[in-house]
Every structure is written in C-alpha cells, then in structure tokens.
C-alpha cells in the first residue's frame, strides 16, 4: 500500500545521519541554510528568506511557504521532477515569515530530498533509504518507487471511492488507479508492507 506522509520520517531520519555524520559532511548541521547546499537550485521569492531557511525550517513546516501542492510537476520523470520542482519554488509566495508559523508544506520535503541526493553524489533518494535503512530492517517489501513495487511478488493495494446509486440500492465502487510518485519523492512516496 501507498505509505503516505510516514515517508517524511524516513527522509528526516535519514537527514539526520547527516547531520550526525560531521566527517564525512562537516558542513550538515539542522540550521545549515539550505542554499549553502544546492545554491544554484534553491532560490525563494526574495533573497533573506532563500539565504535562512535551513534544513530544520524544511523538516518542521515552518519555512513560510503554504502547503501550494498544485505546484508539483506534471509527470515529471524520476530524474527530473525534485530538482525541477525545488527550482520552481522561486515562483511561489509566503505566506507567512519564516519561523513565524506551523504550515505543512510537501514541497519543503521535496527540497530535503534534493539535497540529500545531492550530499549522496546523486544517488536517488530511493536507493539511498534502502540501503542505509530498509536493507539493514530487512524491509524487503518496501519501494520508492511504483514500477519496482508492480514488479514485486507481493499483491499491491488498490484504492477505492465509492458513487451511491441514483436507484437507492445500488452502491458503486469505482479502482483508483495508482499513481507514480516520482514528483513526491522524500515527502510520500514510499509504498510498503
């Protein structure tokens, strides 16, 4: 089944032995600013806010930005859709100072998944979890992504909504049909037993 939003845990743990990795990345730390990191693809509507929002303000919803979840790409491919959307912040606004305001924000996961991708050389974000966590868990039944988990031997869930009948007695339940979620990344797309 589609895991959700529990992915966000696993991408700010992950985040985390980053952080706690002060020899292999000295300059990781939760109030690093993210633009230190991904300078030319982290840029925000003005200057103060792209130069202070850290990694922390990514992780916690409070980097200003409301949750603008149209803003994700349309079908963008896996090595496209995070850096094209973390690049396509710049034309979002705030709606808020930054640490001023709990709002959930998708997108600033997005972000954290750039830059660990980015501190990983490029390794993709799905990789990266299942080596440093799902393989070390035995998590053998957990995907990042939904090709790999239509491939896998286990059954993959379907989603339903149900439409009640004009007649009165009739309900209709209706197959959603799984999304990719290439475009989610670090902020919901583990898929999981």
């Known amino acids: 089944f589609y895991a959700g939003s529990t992915t966000k845990a696993f991408t700010a743990a992950l985040m985390a032995t980053f952080v706690e990795d002060n020899d292999t990345h000295p300059q990781v730390h939760w109030d690093t600013p993210i633009s230190h990191l991904i300078r030319d693809d982290f840029v925000l509507l003005d200057e103060h806010t792209t130069e202070h929002t850290t990694i922390e303000d990514a992780l916690s919803h409070r980097s200003g930005l409301p949750r603008h979840d149209q803003a994700y790409g349309n079908r963008l491919t896996r090595d496209k859709a995070v850096r094209?959307?973390?690049?396509?912040l710049r034309h979002l606004p705030r709606t808020a100072p930054p640490r001023t305001k709990l709002q959930y924000c998708n997108l600033m996961y997005v972000v954290v998944s750039h830059?660990?991708?980015?501190?990983?050389?490029g390794e993709w974000l799905g990789d990266t979890l299942a080596r440093t966590i799902w393989q070390p868990l035995d998590m053998k039944s957990t995907f990042f992504d939904l090709n790999n988990a239509k491939a896998s031997p286990h059954h993959l869930a379907h989603g339903y909504y149900h439409t009640p009948s004009d007649k009165g007695s009739d309900n209709h339940y209706h197959e959603v049909p799984w999304m990719p979620l290439d475009e989610i990344s670090g902020a919901g797309s583990i898929i999981t037993n």
Do not use: F, W, Y
């Open 84 to 88: 094209t959307i973390v690049r396509q």
């Open 115 to 121: 830059v660990i991708e980015t501190l990983t050389g």
